[in-house]
C-alpha cells in the first residue's frame, strides 16, 4: 500500500456508513470533505483522476445489500469484484464468508482505499494485478460488478467478458440503478432496493437498484 496514497485517502475522507449499507465503514467523500469540493479540473491539475473510490455508489451499494442479505450464496466461495471502486461488494462478499476477494480496478488510490476500507471492517481483500478481458477469469465463483454499464464503449468490452465467464461456469452478479447501456436480455431479478443518494452525484434523492444474475441459456433461448 503507498503510504502518500493512504495518507491523502485519510485527509480527504471521513469514515461514514453508506446509506444501504451500514453495517459497513468506508472512507468516503461527504459534504464535510475537502475532496467533494474538488472540481475535475482541479483533480486533473493534481495528476489525479476522478476520485470514483470516494463514493458509495448506488450500484456497489446493491450488490453489497443483497450479499449481506444473502450469506448462503456467497459463503466459501472466491469472489471477482469487477470495477470495485471503493470494495464495498468485496469487503460484503469477505463479511457473508466468502472464502477470499479480489478486486479489479486500474486505478491505484481505488486499490489503496478498498485496502483501507477492508482493514476498517476487519477483513482481507486482495488485487488483481491484470484482468485479460478477452479471456475467462480463472480461479473465482462468482463476479460481481454494481454500477458499469454507464458508458457505451465500456459496457460493450465489459459485457463481452463478462458473458464468456459466463459460458466458462462463472457465476456474474450485477447491480444497475437504471443506467444507459446495462443489457435488455440474459437477466434474471434476484432482488430490488432503492438507494438514498446524494443530488451532488446523481439526479434524484435515490435510486432503484436491480441486481441480476447473468444467465446464459436466457439469451440463447
Keep these: 500500500m503507498s503510504k502518500e ?18 453495517e459497513l465503514t468506508l472512507h468516503l467523500a461527504t459534504e464535510v470533505t475537502p475532496l467533494w469540493q474538488m472540481t475535475e479540473e ?15 455508489w448506488p450500484g ?8 449481506l442479505d444473502h450469506p448462503a450464496e456467497f459463503q466459501g466461495k472466491c469472489i471477482l469484484d469487477f470495477a470495485a471502486g471503493c470494495g464495498i461488494g468485496a469487503i460484503a462478499a469477505m463479511k457473508a464468508g466468502a472464502k477470499s476477494a479480489v478486486i479489479a480496478e486500474i486505478d491505484p488510490m481505488a486499490i489503496t482505499a478498498t485496502q483501507l476500507n477492508a482493514m476498517q471492517n476487519n477483513v482481507t481483500v486482495s488485487s488483481a494485478a491484470h484482468v485479460d478481458m478477452t479471456k475467462p477469469y480463472k480461479g473465482v465463483d462468482i463476479i460481481i460488478a454494481g454500477d458499469v454499464c454507464y458508458q457505451q464503449a465500456m459496457s460493450a468490452l465489459m459485457l463481452r467478458w463478462l458473458w464468456l465467464c459466463v459460458a466458462k461456469g462463472r457465476r456474474v452478479i450485477l447491480a444497475d440503478p437504471g443506467r444507459a447501456y446495462v443489457p435488455h436480455q ?15 452525484l446523481e439526479d434524484s434523492d435515490s435510486r432503484t437498484v436491480t441486481v441480476w444474475d ?7 433461448a
Design 42 to 56: 482541479r483533480l486533473s491539475q493534481n495528476g489525479l483522476p476522478p476520485p470514483y473510490w470516494a463514493f458509495a
Design 214 to 220: 447473468m444467465i446464459l441459456s436466457e439469451i440463447e
Design 186 to 200: 440474459g437477466l434474471k431479478q434476484l432482488g430490488s432496493y432503492i438507494v438514498p443518494t446524494s443530488r451532488d
Design 60 to 67: 456497489g451499494q446493491g450488490i453489497a445489500r443483497y450479499i
Design 5 to 22: 496514497a493512504a495518507a491523502f485517502i485519510r485527509a480527504q475522507t471521513v469514515l461514514a456508513k453508506p446509506s444501504a449499507v451500514p
